[in-house]
């Protein structure tokens, strides 16, 4: 399937210019563990006592730039301790693998501050008539906004991908599903719906798609990239997150492979 296949990154970057955390979590912090010789770099002095090799220590909220949901991160009976746990090392890869669906949200936008426009079933249902056919469980939903654009702004000007409308509350929010396209799409058997918005759920109200979706068992991509680069349909989409026990989610890589 990959040999003829164009793979196309639809992952955010991971860096401290960046809003890479929803605020106010642990912004995302690293530092110099061990370089190659004794050095000093502004007022930070780099030591190699480790041998003559560069490693860093990293700091990072689970729900960093592009990651996924696991149903414990909202859903209680589904956290550690409990016994019908699903943390994110819980989830089967295969979650996060099918065919890409892409739902167009681009023309979806808020008014209000702080609040975010809502994504009904009717998005589903139109991919379903340009698709000719059900979206099913074999189908990965992404549900297409742009508002990564807002993303790549260092300083200031990254508030504009979470801060001031999470925080502040002085722009709309992004586009969200309600709790009504949830349900339309865990009726289909979808296990796997990402977004490329900060957060799947609605900027003033984010828990009702979350303990539908995630209690369904769903599990969501947040904070993806690039989805204007893929097709419609015809791609195939993988993600692959980071093995954290007892987590509830974790970062990861995504890509989509368009058939050559």
């Known amino acids: 399937m990959f040999r003829n296949a164009t793979a196309v990154d639809l992952t955010l970057l991971i860096d401290e210019q960046y809003p890479t955390t929803w605020p106010p979590h642990v912004p995302f912090v690293r530092r110099t563990w ?30 960093i730039a592009t990651h996924f949901d696991a149903p414990s991160h909202f859903v209680p009976r589904h956290a550690p301790g409990e016994a019908e746990a699903i943390g994110g090392d819980d989830v089967p890869l295969s979650w996060f693998c099918g065919r890409a669906v892409v739902l167009d949200a681009t023309g979806i936008s808020g008014t209000e501050p702080g609040v975010s426009p809502f994504v009904g079933p009717e998005l589903v249902e139109a991919a379903e008539q340009r698709l000719g056919r059900a979206i099913s469980g074999d ?67 984010g828990a009702p798609v979350h303990v539908t979706g995630l209690g369904g068992g769903m599990v969501f991509i947040e904070g993806l990239a690039n989805l204007a ?23 990861g890589r995504a890509v989509a492979w368009i058939p050559g």
Not at 39 to 57: D, K, L, M, Q, R
Not at 153 to 169: F, I, L, S
């Open 34 to 63: 061990n370089w190659f010789q004794q050095a000093e770099h502004g007022p930070e002095v780099w030591t190699s006592n480790c041998g003559p090799y560069f490693t860093e220590v990293l700091i990072m909220d689970e729900h």
């Open 139 to 205: 189908d990965v939903v992404l549900l297409r906004t742009d508002w990564d654009a807002r993303f790549y702004r260092p300083g200031p000007e990254g508030n504009a991908y979470a801060h001031d409308v999470a925080v502040t509350k002085t722009a709309p929010g992004w586009p969200a599903p309600n709790v009504a396209c949830a349900e339309a799409l865990l009726e289909r058997g979808v296990r796997c719906f990402g977004t490329d918005a900060p957060s799947m759920g609605a900027a003033h109200d």
């Open 229 to 251: 680069a893929i097709p419609a349909e015809g791609a195939h989409f993988q993600f692959l997150p980071l093995k954290i026990a007892r987590s509830s989610g974790g970062p």
